[in-house]
C-alpha cells in the first residue's frame, strides 16, 4: 500500500483486498447501536453540572448527531470507488479529495473510539502495535483501530505540510 | 394574573400578562469564571489532539503540543478559561473533534 499527495487529492494506490475492505468497513464501524459505552464515548457530559448537561442534550447533541453523520456520508461516498469486484485479488486506488479531509478525520475517530468501547480494549493493548497475528475478530478490531490511525496520521501530516 | 385589553372595535379581550422570570443569579455568580479541560484519551491520537488545539483556540504549534503533553502525562489540561458562554461553545467544538472535553467553575 502507499500513500501520496496527488495534486487536490490524497492516494492510497496499491491497496490490497483487505484493505480494501477494512476501509470499506469505516462508516459501519461508526454504528453504535445497542453499545451503550460506544454511544456514551462520542456524546460525553460536558460538565458535572446537571442544568448544564439537560441543555446539551436538548440543543448541542442532535447538533453533534448531525456533523458526525455527515461527516460518515462524506467518507461512505468517497468509498464508493472501492465498490465492484470485491471478490477480485486486484489491488486498488483510493483518491480522497483534500477538502474531505476534515470528515475522513472525523469519521476516522468515530470508527476508533466506537471500536475500542466495544472490544474494551485496555490501554496497553491500545499501545501495543507489534501485537500479530490477527486471531479472533477482537484481534481484527484492534488492528482496524491501528489502522484507521495510521490513515489518520497520514492525513495529518498531509494538512500540516510536514 | 390577567390584564383587560382595548381592541379597535371596542371590545374587550383577555390576554396573558407576559411571564416574568423570578430566577436571578447574582452579580457574583455571573463573574465567576469557567474553565475548559481536556482529559487524556487512550485513543486520540497526539497529532490530532494538537491539530484540534490549534483550530479551535489558534494556538501556536507550540502551545497546543504543549497542552496536548499535559493532558497526555497529567490526565487533564486547563484549555481556556473565561465567561460561561464562550467555554460552553468551546467544549462544543472539541466535542466536534470527540475530545473528552468538559468546562467548570474555577473555585
Known amino acids: 500500500m502507499e500513500i501520496s499527495r496527488k495534486g487536490e487529492a490524497l492516494e492510497i494506490s496499491d491497496l490490497d483486498p483487505f484493505l480494501a475492505e477494512l476501509l470499506r468497513q469505516i462508516p459501519g464501524s461508526t454504528n453504535f447501536d445497542g453499545e451503550s459505552e460506544a454511544e456514551a464515548r462520542l456524546f460525553t457530559q460536558p460538565s458535572n453540572e446537571k442544568e448544564i448537561c439537560a441543555e446539551w442534550k436538548s440543543y448541542v447533541e442532535p447538533e453533534l448527531r448531525r456533523l458526525f453523520r455527515s461527516a460518515t456520508e462524506t467518507v461512505a461516498d468517497d468509498l464508493a470507488q472501492l465498490n465492484g469486484n470485491e471478490k477480485s485479488f486486484r489491488s486498488r486506488t483510493l483518491a480522497i479529495p483534500f477538502e474531505h479531509a476534515d470528515a475522513w478525520l472525523n469519521a476516522l475517530n468515530q470508527a476508533r473510539l466506537v471500536i475500542t468501547a466495544k472490544y474494551k480494549f485496555s490501554d496497553e493493548e491500545l499501545s501495543d502495535h507489534d501485537r500479530s497475528p490477527i486471531g479472533s475478530r477482537r484481534d481484527l478490531g484492534l488492528f482496524q483501530v491501528n489502522f484507521y490511525g495510521f490513515i489518520q496520521e497520514f492525513i495529518l501530516r498531509e494538512m500540516q505540510g510536514d | ?107
Open chain 2, 1 to 107: 394574573m390577567r390584564i383587560e385589553m382595548e381592541i379597535e372595535r371596542g371590545s374587550t379581550s383577555t390576554v396573558e400578562a407576559p411571564a416574568q422570570e423570578t430566577e436571578t443569579r447574582d452579580e457574583d455568580e455571573l463573574d465567576i469564571p469557567w474553565q475548559v479541560i481536556v482529559h487524556n484519551d487512550p485513543v486520540n491520537l497526539m497529532t490530532y489532539v494538537t491539530m484540534v488545539f490549534q483550530r479551535v483556540f489558534g494556538y501556536p504549534r507550540e502551545k497546543a503540543e504543549r497542552h496536548m503533553l499535559e493532558v497526555h502525562h497529567k490526565g487533564r489540561s486547563v484549555l481556556w478559561c473565561g465567561v460561561r458562554e464562550r467555554a460552553e461553545f468551546y467544549v462544543q467544538q472539541l466535542h466536534g473533534h470527540l475530545l473528552l472535553a468538559t468546562l467548570e467553575k474555577v473555585v
